[in-house]
């Protein structure tokens, strides 16, 4: 195995474990918190797009993956942005 098939592999495995802790939780609260919302309503295209957001951003977010503190800070933040809500 050479470097590259390494870190191609933590990669696509952090990618995984962001989408499973970050996006799926959300959309989850968001499904609880209305869902007529259109982000619940196409959460499979808002899914794509975060997890392409997610495999170029991986480096940046790492923290935000494994620090509860800051999954919990991240989703408060998150949810209504993504919600579009234009008071939050």
Known sequence: MDALT???AFWIAGVCLG???LYVPAIQ???K???NNVAYRYA???GIVFTIFLGVCLPLLVHVILINKHQDRFLRTFIP???GDKDA
């Open 6 to 8: 390494i870190v191609a």
């Open 19 to 21: 989408v499973y802790n």
């Open 29 to 31: 609260i968001i499904g």
């Open 33 to 35: 918190i209305d869902s």
């Open 44 to 46: 499979w295209a808002g």
């Open 81 to 83: 942005a993504y919600m």
